[in-house]
C-alpha cells in the first residue's frame, strides 16, 4: 500500500511474467497482495464469488481484473464465513482482507 506507484508496475509486470511462464500446470497463488476485492462481484462472477469484505479498492481492481485475465478465481471469496473469520488484517481498528488463495 505505501509503494510508489512505479514500484507496483514494476511488480504487476514481474508478477504477470511468472504467471506466464505456466503452461500445462495448475497454478495456485497464495499471497499477501494488499488489495481489497470487495463484496461485490460487479461483472467479475468468474473470479469473484460474492463473499468477499467491505470495499474494493484500486490495488483490488488489478488483483480482480489479473485474475480474469489469467482465468483465475479468488477462492477466498466463493464460501461464506462468520464476520469474524472474514478479515486478515488489522490496524489501527481497521479490518480488511488482503490475502487471496488464486487459482
Known amino acids: 500500500m505505501e509503494c510508489q506507484e512505479q514500484e507496483k508496475e514494476l511488480f504487476s509486470q514481474e508478477f504477470e511474467a511468472a504467471i506466464k511462464t505456466v503452461k500445462e500446470e495448475k497454478l495456485l497463488i497464495g499471497a499477501d497482495m494488499n488489495g481489497r476485492v470487495g463484496k461485490r462481484r460487479d461483472g467479475y462472477q468468474e473470479v469473484h464469488g460474492?463473499?468477499?469484505?467491505?470495499?474494493?479498492?484500486g490495488d483490488g481492481d488489478y488483483l480482480i481484473e489479473m485474475a480474469q485475465s489469467f482465468e483465475l478465481a479468488c477462492m477466498n471469496?466463493?464460501?461464506?464465513?462468520l464476520d469474524k473469520y472474514l478479515t486478515s488484517y488489522e490496524s489501527g481498528g481497521v479490518q480488511s482482507k488482503i490475502d487471496y488463495i488464486m487459482v
Open 50 to 57: 460474492g463473499h468477499g469484505f467491505a470495499i474494493r479498492n
Open 77 to 81: 471469496t466463493w464460501f461464506p464465513k
